[in-house]
């Protein structure tokens, strides 16, 4: 199995014949507005363009998942740092199959997209020649979250690789932790920005949740969701700085934008 990672939460996981694609955000630099103007500096989103070799990948294509992507149905609210115009052209234009939460799925048919799996919270299904299984993700701490779109994570089990969760856009929970130990993922992605908006607490994991989830880890661990965005503050020097301070960078990859990752 190798990680292609494009840019902040997009990146394509090649497996044998096929490329799944994970939550594809395509715009081009700075053609989605800010999410945040006060917590954060106020710049337009995505703040980098798609690597170089973003394109030579893209093209080969054939699944994808979408860890969320909208709120109470409503497209002007849809999380388009994991599904943007772009992404939903891309889907349609090829006819892509998509796995994404079962609560996801109306929203998905009704924008024209193919989908090949919607799994409810704990349900596991075939998919792309193997399994996917959706885990409970909650997009922010306190009251926040009620606002959020809360999806999902997806642990994905392939003929002959690596497992894999991804953990999608979530704090640390119990729903977290279980799949970390009772499915035990040979491979974990976690979204490591740290995001936050003008009001409410965190909607991604803070630092110290990052470290508790890498510690948990059973292998492995991939950090995304950084350098992007403009309401995600974690820098990758940041977050390998704070590895180290507690030992744990040796068990953490954090790919460049358009790097690629050998997880076998």
């Known amino acids: 199995m190798i990680i292609h990672h494009l840019r902040n939460a997009t990146f394509v996981i090649e497996s044998r014949e096929n490329f799944i694609l994970a939550d594809p955000m395509l715009s081009p630099k700075g ?3 800010a ?7 106020a ?4 703040l980098v363009e798609l690597p170089d070799n973003a394109g030579s990948i893209l093209e080969q294509v054939n699944f994808c998942l979408v860890t969320h992507s909208r709120k109470w149905g409503i497209k002007a609210l849809t999380h388009t740092d994991h599904l943007d115009a772009e992404g939903i052209a891309f889907l349609k234009g090829r006819n892509i199959p998509v796995a994404c ?3 996801d799925a109306s929203f998905m048919k009704k924008n024209g997209i193919e989908v090949g799996a919607a799994p409810g919270d704990w349900q596991t299904l075939a998919f792309a020649g193997g ?11 306190g009251w926040i979250r009620w606002f959020m779109a809360n999806g999902a994570g997806f642990f994905l089990e392939l003929p002959g690789e ?7 856009d979530t704090v640390f929970t119990e729903d977290v932790e279980q799949a970390l130990t009772e499915l035990k993922p040979d491979v974990a992605v976690v979204a490591a920005g740290g995001a936050g908006l003008d009001a409410g607490g965190p909607i991604l994991m803070p630092v110290e949740e990052i470290l508790k989830f890498v510690r948990m880890a059973p292998g492995r661990v991939i950090a995304n969701h950084l350098e992007a ?21 040796a068990k953490v990859l954090i790919p460049s934008d358009g790097e ?5």
């Open 101 to 103: 939460p079962a609560g």
């Open 31 to 33: 053609a989605l507005p």
């Open 229 to 249: 965005l403009n309401h995600c503050p974690v820098t990758r020097a940041g977050l390998r700085s704070e590895l180290e301070k507690q030992g744990l960078a």
């Open 131 to 141: 399994k996917i299984t959706a885990v409970p993700a909650c997009h922010g701490h």
């Open 260 to 264: 690629s990752l050998d997880v076998n």
């Open 35 to 41: 999410y945040t103007r006060l917590k954060h500096r």
């Open 162 to 168: 690596p497992s894999i969760y991804i953990s999608g």
């Open 43 to 46: 710049r337009r989103n995505p």
